[in-house]
Every structure is written in structure tokens, then in C-alpha cells.
């Protein structure tokens, strides 16, 4: 190569010098500049031969343009400085000796093609770069909707294969995609969901705060909520859902979607439904039963100021014998009848019918006029039953009595209302059925007060609340004192002194009475012991004690040994013990029944015939009872209190006597209070008397002291 | 979620791209109309933005020159961008035939287009992941087959780690990689910071807000704060410098006043 200075590749290589400083500036290339410089010189050559051809060819010049735009020259300032530059020096350093005039002109041709040259290039190279990148971005666009496909169809599995309901909507409300679940959910094609707004979807089991939380949501104030909600379906059946709603943003945080996720609740809805039925309804009859009764009327009498109840309690009369004698399954049938009946009765708001239990049935009416609608309800209830019942090809007639309380609310306790039901329905019962009682206050303090006794006195026996009174009983024709009649008390913590009218029957009832009665044997026969320890057997024989026989006792298998034992173990003759036995309960009594009583009097126990002429003895029935005493009522010996007395009564009363001793019997009067009264009966020819006149019941050492009076006297 | 952490929800050539902006700060035309308004907006504040780029082309080249010369022959190039010209495979692989280059972007069209550009050359590759996770980028299968971890590596973070906020924790990621290669691999590292712009702070944060505006915020960094991703290298002469001050070819003060912006550097891992 050529170098010698000034020589042809000198002058080259200062134009390429000149030419790559000017360029280099605006170039982006990542080449140093003299890296540069040497990519220029052989456009340098190329445009100096061009320059200095036989022939000119401005395809060269077109070649430099392009070949620029490939060093990375793509700024039009390169462009510009390169043409400058050729402009200005081309010809001066390369043009040699030639004609400069027409090396100008070739100059300014040249320019041109470079100029057209660059241009093409540039564009040519634009054009495929942003060919490039296109593809580049088409291609990852598809790289990434590829990879979103696949995670698309995964959550497009999980949504259509999702058991829950998944329905997205927007936040207007219109439903853009749900799933196949929520769809089977709703009974409803994808076609009938098409165009389906949220806010369509109310019902009236919508809890309040159902569409306040909706609004909420769909404002943005709230990002999810959850609810029970129902729905209907387009068959009109209610879909109930565990609903929750959220609200979907976007990237930004704007929110965009709501999204449902529901389950089907309905069937364990049902579930529910059912088994709370079940527990509030009766079985046999579909009524109500006693616990849903007691919610209905405890809300009743919490009810606020100036609303009221009325309460019918219907028992049904000889409902016991339907059972006893068709059978269990008729009574079922009879029951279901009536409670179809009751339910017909109430059906006004604020009323209801329930079945207690057994054929016990309650009716239940509330509001501000009860007092009047409950008469009406019963009485519905009585003409309800009129009619006779079919069961089994019988027509039963069904009778029931009906307690009915009445009150404002807020006064008493449920509890306090069904007592005083059931109460006054007994009374209506025992004043013979049929028929509706209103409660009584009175009516109910006694009952509730025989109630209370009735539940204390199995542990009055235990805490030695009882304890016994003597009255004695005096010999008509001397005044002496025979012996005493043994009458027990009860001194209750509560009521005071009780006799024996207000706690024997129920203690009949409850069975107390053996254990009681036996009590009672055994304190008297111990204190015939102590008179006869005191007073010895004295000309007119042993004090005797007289110890009352229920009819309860009467029946108990252990009688005749319990006094047996009882006699002996106090060491007392069998004498000396009077057993008294009511009239009423030895009418019609059979063999059986009178077979203790005969060991006893055999045995030499006294039995006497209380409250004799109360009821329908027959007369001629005397002779085969082991009787040995009648103890008349004391209605006969009434009349005579004054004088002089009913000539009928004392008629009734001399025959009775005269009777009785024809028989061998004793007799022994009750009730006497006066001395003309005692004057008479002894006129009469009774044997003993017992009364006021004489003394009243009393403490043992009374009689001890009468004895004493009796004996000095 | 096993979308691949670098795929976005879609491909939105509507929003400027970093690597499509820097293309055409270099002249390209591998952009779209949005890129090259974002591009002309940063330049209204920092006019000197394509020759900061260019700076940082050649620092790269020098360093890649470097590193053939260092014996290193694979390198890792996260956020590698569109490779317009001079990339690292180009230079690398003229300096060293067969030497191995993986790029890694999170940019899917400035992989796609590296997937074109690099269609037929068996020794480079292109790697879609993220620099943030680190782990997914040394387990990628291209990583697997042209990087052996076993010799010495030349990883490069040439211009990335400026859009890497503090919260996603960019040392951790550079410590991880570190961890990852053998003693004797280098570290060539470029990072935007306000010191050494020919511009008041106020200027130059008119560009940084552009970036924050298209979701690529432009986090600036001191000496200090860039020194520290060399933690656990020694670094090469002549340490962490403006670019061109490093090993340069021709006399820095020719250079255009905005290449000093920001510092270069390679460490080397002991």
C-alpha cells in the first residue's frame, strides 16, 4: 500500500479521517472510533474510484448509502454529515489530476446515489426490523396464550367440574358465566341463565341484610360476604344456598366482577326443617306436640301489654275404656279423628291446637279478646265432638271436659296457666264430664293446696309430722270411760293441725295408707298397753282402743299378720283392739274380703261397723259379718241434740238398737254433745257413746285423766 | 399458580417495553409507536439517553473482550434485552468460537426475538425467567446445557439491575447467583445512578418518572448502594467506575459527556 505522504492512499485516508470524526458522533455503533474509521475507508475507496472512472457508475455511490446504514449509521444526521463531508472533500483529497469541474458534477451525482442508497437501506432495514419484532411479539403472544390456554383449561376444568355453584356476573348485576353445577342448581339451561340480572333473584325469606350487603359490594365498600339466601327456580321450587359473594378487581384494584360461589343447602334444609317438625309435632296426630305448645304459649304470655290468651285443656271422658276394651289401635284412630276435629276448631290467627300427650289436647287462642273467643273455642270444641266417632265399624260418642283459663299476658308462668288448666278441667270432669269449667282462683289454691299434700305426705310418715289424738268412748248406763278411738293428725310444716278428712284420701291414693295405717295400729295398741299398765283390768275389763280401718288396709294381704305382730309384740290381748271398718266399704263385699276380718274376730280382735246407716246396708247381710259392734252415724243422733226430739229418729234409732241386740251387736253412737242427747240414747239402749259432750280428741294423758275422774267420780 | 413466573396475563404491545425503548435508543427499529413515545419523552429530560446506552454497549464489549481474555469462555447475560448488534455472542463468540452464551429476559418478545436472532447458533441460548428468581434461571434447561457452574462464568447484569426495586430484593439475587459459580468467574455489572448525569437530579428524575409511568420504575443508586452488589468479589482495575473510564480503547475525554453517567464494573469471585 501506498503511504508516502500526500501521496493517493495518504490523502485517502485523511478523507476518512475527516469523514469518521464527523459521522462518529452520531452514530449508536458500540465500535471505538478508529474501529469505525476502518470501516469507512473501503467506502472511501469505493467512492474515490467512482469518482475517477472512465465511466461514471452510481450504483457505487448507492452501495456506500447502504453500506452505511449496516455500520450502524441509521441517524439521516449521519447522512447529512457524510454528504457534507463528501461534498467538501471528496473531490479535494481524491479527485487527483483530473478535470475538478466535471469531478463536481460526478461529485454531485454521487451524493445522490448515496442519498438514494442509504434510503433504501434504511427502509429496507426498517421494514425487517420491525418485521422482527412483529413476529417476536406474535410469537411470544402465542408462547403465552399457550401457557395461559393450558392454566385457562385447567381452571375451566376446576370450574366446570366444581360440585359448588360458581356463577361470575358484573357489577351491574348481569350474569356473564356460571357453571354447570350452579346451573343444575337452578334447574336452568345455559340459554334460560343468558341475559339473567342478579338483582332479579329476591324472595321473601331474603334475610334484611341480604341486598345491603350486595350494594355494598358491588360500590366496592366490601370484598365478600356470605349468607344463607333462597331462590327461586323456574318450576317454582325454593333453592336454598350457602351463598358467598366476592368482588373481583382488577390490576389496578378497580373492582370488575362479582363472583358467586353457592352450595345447595335446600335438602339439608329440609333435613332440618323436618327434624324440627319432628321434634314439635306430634306423630299419631300431626299436631303440635306438648314442647312446641309450651314455646307457642310462652311467647303468648310474654306478649306485650294489653294482648291476652285463652286456654282450652279438653281431656276425654272414658277415653280409658275405648282403649281397655277395642284396643290400643281403635283409641289411636279416635284420637286421630279428634285431633282432625280440634284442628278444624283453630284456625283463626293466634290459634293452635296440641296434643299433650295421651288424650289430653290443648287449644290455644291470643290476642286482645280472649275472653270472648276462648267461650267460642271451647264451644266450637264441645259441638266438634257431638257428632259420633266411626272406629271399626262403630260409632263411639266422645264426650270431653275442658278447663279454660283466661288472663292477660305477662302474669303467670306457663307452667302456672297448664296447672290451672289441668285443674279446672278435673273439676269440670268430677262434676261429670261434658262440659267446660272456668278456673277459679279458689278452686285452684285447693287443689294446688291437695296437690301439695298429696306430693308431702310420703315424707311426713319419714319425718314424724303425724301424730294421734284419743276421743273416748263413755258407758251409756255408768259414765265410765270403756276405752278411746284413735284419730290421727297431721301437723304439717306449712297448713298447721290436719285431720284425717283433708289427708286420708289421698294418702288411699297414693298407697300411703298401709304404711300409715300400720303406724297408727302400732302407736294405739303400744298406748292400750301404757292405760293398761296405769289402770289394770278394773271390774268393767281392759280399756279398749278403737283404731280405724281404711278400705285400702282392708284389701292388703298383710293385715291379719301386721296386727297379729303388732299385738303381740306390744304384749296386748287381742281384746282390748277394736278395729273400725266403714259401712261402705264392706257393701258387697265377698268372702274373700271378709275372710281377715273373721281371723281377726276370731281371734278376739272387736270389729265394729262405722258410719253405720250412711250407706245401703242390707240389713239382712249383718248376720254374715264378723261384726260385733255398729257404730252409728251421727246423723241419727243429731235430732236429738234438742228436745224433744224427732219421734222418727228416735224410732229409727230404737229399731236399730233393738236390731242389733237381737244380732248380739253393740251399739256405739257418734256425735253426741249435749246431756239430753246422752240421756236419751241411754233411754234408747245404745251401749257406748263418744263426743263433745264427753270430751273431745285429745292427748293420751287426757284420757288417763278422764279415767281417774271416772273412777273416783 | 404454575404460570411461569416471567409470563405476564397477556402480550400488551401497547405498554412501552425497556428492552424495545433501549433498542431504539440504539437506533433500532425492533419498537413500537408506544415504546418510541416513552423513549422520546425520557429524552426530553435526559437527551443523552442513547449515548448512556451506547456507552453502555461498548463498556460491555470492552468487558466481554475482558473476559475471553481472562480464559472465561460461557457467559450469562440477564436482561440481555434485543439484541440488536454487538451482543454478547457476537463479541464473544468473535473473540472466542465456540464460546457459550445464555441470555435470560422476562421480556417474552425480546426472547422471542433472541430465539430468531439466535436460530442456528448452537452455542447461545435464551432463557425466559426472571432475575428475581434466581434459582429458576440456574435450573433452566439451556443454563443446564451450555453453563457448566463447575469452571468460571462471566455473568452479566448490564443495565438490569437499575429496574429491580429494593423490595425485591436485588442483592439477594446477585448474592444467590454468586453463590453459584465457581472461584474465577467474573461479575460485569452497569447501573444507572444520578451521580455522574451532566444534569441537575431534578433534570434527570423527570426520565425516572417517565419509567415509573409505564410499571418499569427506574430505581437510581448511588456508588455506594451499586458497590455492594460486588460483595463477595475482588474487584478488577480499575474498580467501579463511570463506563467510560473502564479499560477504554480510546481517550475517555472524546467521549460524549452523558457516557459518564452511572458506574461499571467487573468483580472477580475468589
Known sequence: ??????????????????????????????????????????????????????????????????????????????????????????????????????????????????AAGFAQALRARTLAEQEAIARAALQAQGVVAQALHTTEARFRAVFEGAAIGIGIADLSGNVLQVNGALLR?????????????????????????TWRLYDELVRGEREHYHLEKAFYRPD?????????????????????????????????????????????????????????????????????????????????????????????????????????????????????????????????????????????????????LLAPIRVDGRELTVRGSIGIVEGPAGERSPAEVLRSADITMYRAKSAGGNRFELADPEADARAITRHGLTTALPTALDRGEFFIEYQPLVHLGDGSVRGAEALVRWLHPQHGVLGPDRFISLAEHTGLIVPLGRWVLEQSVRQAREWRLLHGGDEAGPLRINVNLSPCQLTHPGLVQDTVEILERA???????????????????????????????????????????????????LRRLPVSVLKLDRSFTQSMQQFPADPVDLKIVEGIVSLAHSLDLAVTVEGVETGAQAEQLRILGCDTAQGWYYARPGPPERLHELALVDATG | MERPAWAPRSIDVS?????????????????????????????????????????????????????????????????????????????????????????????????????????????????????????????????????????????LLVAILHFVEDADDPYGAVAELRDALAPGSLL?????????????????????????????????????????????????????????????????EDEDPYAFSGFAGVGRTA
Open chain 1, 1 to 114: 500500500m501506498n503511504a508516502e505522504p500526500d501521496g493517493p492512499q495518504d490523502r485517502l485516508r485523511r478523507f476518512v479521517t475527516i469523514w469518521s470524526r464527523a459521522v462518529f458522533p452520531v452514530t449508536t455503533t458500540s465500535s471505538t472510533r478508529p474501529e469505525f474509521e476502518e470501516q469507512l475507508l473501503p467506502l472511501a475507496r469505493r467512492l474515490s474510484r467512482a469518482l475517477r472512472a472512465r465511466a461514471f457508475d452510481a450504483d457505487e455511490g448507492r452501495a456506500v448509502g447502504a453500506a452505511l446504514v449496516e455500520a450502524h449509521c441509521t441517524d439521516p444526521e449521519a447522512l447529512s454529515r457524510t454528504l457534507d463531508c463528501v461534498d467538501a472533500y471528496l473531490v479535494l483529497y481524491c479527485g487527483g489530476d483530473a478535470d475538478h469541474e466535471d469531478q463536481r458534477a460526478r461529485c454531485a451525482r454521487l451524493q445522490h446515489a448515496m
Open chain 1, 185 to 209: 342448581m337452578f334447574g336452568l339451561s345455559e340459554h334460560g341463565m343468558r341475559g339473567r340480572n342478579v338483582r332479579e333473584w329476591t324472595h321473601p325469606d331474603d334475610a334484611p341484610q
Open chain 1, 236 to 384: 317454582g321450587t325454593v333453592l336454598w344456598t350457602n351463598l358467598t359473594v366476592s368482588l373481583l378487581r382488577d390490576a389496578d384494584g378497580d373492582p370488575q366482577y362479582q363472583l358467586a360461589l353457592m352450595e345447595d343447602t335446600t335438602e339439608r334444609r329440609l333435613l332440618n326443617l323436618r327434624l324440627r317438625y319432628e321434634a314439635t309435632h306430634d306423630a299419631l296426630t300431626g299436631l303440635p306436640n306438648r314442647s312446641f305448645f309450651f314455646e307457642r304459649l310462652e311467647k303468648a304470655l310474654n306478649a306485650g301489654e294489653g294482648q291476652r290468651f285463652g286456654l282450652c285443656y279438653l281431656d276425654l271422658d272414658g277415653f280409658k275404656t275405648v282403649n281397655d276394651s277395642l284396643g290400643h289401635a281403635a283409641g289411636d284412630r279416635l284420637l286421630v279423628e279428634v285431633a282432625d276435629r280440634l284442628q278444624a276448631c283453630a284456625t283463626a290467627p293466634g290459634e293452635m291446637v296440641a296434643r299433650l300427650g295421651g288424650d289430653e289436647f290443648v287449644a290455644l287462642t291470643t290476642g286482645p279478646d280472649t275472653p270472648r273467643k276462648v267461650d267460642e273455642l271451647a264451644g266450637r270444641i264441645m259441638n266438634a
Open chain 1, 571 to 621: 304384749g296386748v290381748e287381742p281384746d282390748a283392739l277394736c278395729l273400725e271398718v266403714t259401712e261402705s266399704a264392706l257393701i258387697g263385699a265377698d268372702d274373700d274380703l271378709l275372710k281377715p276380718l273373721r281371723r281377726l274376730a276370731e281371734m278376739g280382735v272387736d270389729i265394729a261397723l262405722d258410719d253405720f246407716g250412711t250407706g245401703y246396708s242390707n240389713l239382712a247381710n
Open chain 2, 15 to 155: 405498554v412501552p417495553s425497556v428492552s424495545r425503548i433501549y433498542d431504539y435508543y440504539l437506533g433500532g427499529s425492533h419498537n413500537f409507536e408506544v415504546d418510541r413515545e416513552a423513549a422520546r419523552k425520557a429524552m426530553e429530560f435526559l437527551p443523552g439517553l442513547p449515548k448512556i446506552s451506547q456507552a453502555n454497549r461498548a463498556f460491555m464489549r470492552r468487558a466481554v473482550r475482558f473476559a475471553v481474555g481472562e480464559g472465561i469462555s460461557q457467559f450469562l447475560d440477564i436482561g440481555s434485552g434485543i439484541p440488536t448488534f454487538g451482543n454478547v455472542h457476537e463479541v464473544a463468540q468473535g473473540a472466542r468460537p465456540g464460546a457459550h452464551v445464555v441470555y435470560v429476559d422476562h421480556d417474552p418478545v425480546a426472547v422471542a426475538h433472541s430465539q430468531a436472532v439466535l436460530a442456528g447458533n448452537d452455542d447461545a441460548d435464551v432463557v425466559a425467567a426472571d432475575l428475581r428468581k434466581p434459582r429458576e434461571i440456574l435450573d433452566s434447561a439451556p443454563v443446564r446445557r451450555l453453563i457448566d457452574l463447575n469452571r468460571p462464568v462471566a455473568l
Open chain 2, 188 to 252: 460485569v455489572l452497569t447501573h444507572a445512578s444520578y451521580e455522574g448525569v451532566p444534569l441537575p437530579p431534578e433534570r434527570a428524575g423527570g426520565a425516572v418518572d417517565v419509567y415509573h409511568d409505564i410499571r418499569n420504575p427506574l430505581i437510581m443508586r448511588s456508588r455506594e448502594e451499586i458497590a455492594r452488589f460486588f460483595e463477595g468479589y475482588d474487584m478488577v482495575e480499575p474498580g467501579l467506575v463511570p463506563m467510560p473510564h473502564w479499560r477504554p480503547d480510546t481517550a475517555p
